[in-house]
């Protein structure tokens, strides 16, 4: 493993300051290939209902593509990156917010406490995956070591759960955040009801949820994977907070995900993660060119497309040997307790 030691505040905020500046035609040019291509599919696949629904599937997987790289455009505007005007961001991010089933500032309020908590192992909760030290896990009740095991189940993880998250879950206000961001949260599920009533007026109700329900899911699953991977990776990094370091948790708690070129015009660079959380204000069109210019960031170790889905398998964080382990590791761990002296 690779210890990335953590750079002073100034130094690596100097060598990553030309690259925060948004570039606004980079900017206008990403909506329209990302949005564009989108809408294009989406008239595509209203016509290969009269076809066949297989072509309609087929369609669907490239238009969960363009919706995950436009949940990236999201992303940047609810950090306010994407372009240099704070109404613009604001603009985009509601519109967006709207294609991906995201109320803009109530997802912004938890992505902030994502960043700000980020490897600390004191703060976990908000804008996370669920995970459990060894320890927790092992005093946790019969019924909570269930619905850990449950909720940490690859296809409960990348399959049910993103679908309820992002149809169901994200309809609804949250008790944590303010006023404001409640209104958001109604003012996008207005938005939604109101194309849902135009398609139902256009193509009918059916047809609309035979199109949009598919390409929703697979979007989520592909989005749920990416976060999942960015911070559940072998090398990653979690310190209780006395000794957690922002900049160490950037660069040791989240992936350098070295994906195919396609897939990374796809996920819009976001796999550049470990510089996105030292720095959130580098809009995604610059993560790679920061990340080629920055000396820094070739000290961490890139996990590939390949070697990532070793990362289904883990499970829990073990505070002693500062690693993630699965439940096979686990069983190991029992019996090692089970054998020392003091347990016989």
């Given amino acids: ?36 291509p989108y809408v294009a599919l989406w008239g595509l696949m209203i016509w290969s209902l009269s076809v066949s629904y297989w072509i309609t599937l087929a369609l669907s997987v490239f238009a969960a593509g363009f919706l995950v790289r436009i949940f990236i455009i999201f992303h940047d505007c609810g950090h306010g990156s994407f372009f240099k ?38 703060h976990r909760g908000t804008g996370d995956i669920w995970t459990l030290t060894v320890r927790e896990y092992l005093e946790a009740s019969r019924g909570k070591r269930f619905a ?16 309820f998250l992002f149809l169901i879950h994200q309809r609804f206000p949250s008790r944590a955040v303010g006023k404001r ?25 059916k047809a ?7 390409v929703v899911v697979l979007a989520a699953s592909a989005g749920v994977w990416l976060f999942y991977v960015q911070h559940q990776f072998e090398d990653m990094h979690w310190e209780r907070h006395a000794d957690w370091d922002y900049a160490e948790a950037a660069l040791r708690g989240s992936s350098f995900y070295k994906l195919p070129r396609v897939l990374q015009w796809f996920t819009g660079n976001i796999g550049f993660h470990h510089v996105h959380h030292l720095s959130p204000a580098i809009p995604n069109y610059n993560l790679e060119r920061c990340h ?22 883990y499970r829990l964080w073990d505070e002693q040997r500062k690693k993630l382990i699965g439940f096979r590791g686990l069983r190991t761990i029992r019996r090692q307790m089970s054998s020392t002296p003091a347990n016989r």
Avoid: C
């Fill in 1 to 36: 493993m690779i210890r990335t030691a953590a750079p002073a505040e100034t130094a690596w905020k100097q060598a990553v300051a030309e690259h925060r500046k948004p570039v606004l035609r980079r900017g206008i040019w990403q909506l329209v290939n990302s949005v564009v």
């Fill in 85 to 122: 005007s704070r109404r613009a961001n604001r603009l985009a991010e509601f519109a967006t917010g709207v294609l991906t089933f995201t109320p803009y500032r109530q997802w912004r309020h938890e992505h902030a406490q994502h960043h700000a908590t980020s490897g600390d192992l004191d």
């Fill in 148 to 163: 850990y095991r449950l909720t940490r189940n690859p296809f409960v993880l990348f399959g049910v759960a993103p679908a």
């Fill in 181 to 205: 961001a409640r209104r958001g949260v109604h003012w996008t599920n207005a938005a939604l009801l109101a194309i849902a009533v135009l398609m139902s007026l256009t193509i009918g109700i």
């Fill in 208 to 214: 609309y949820v035979l199109i949009q329900f598919p």
């Fill in 292 to 313: 080629n210019a920055t000396p820094l960031f070739r000290q961490v170790k890139p996990v590939t497309l390949w070697h990532s889905l070793k990362a289904v398998n």
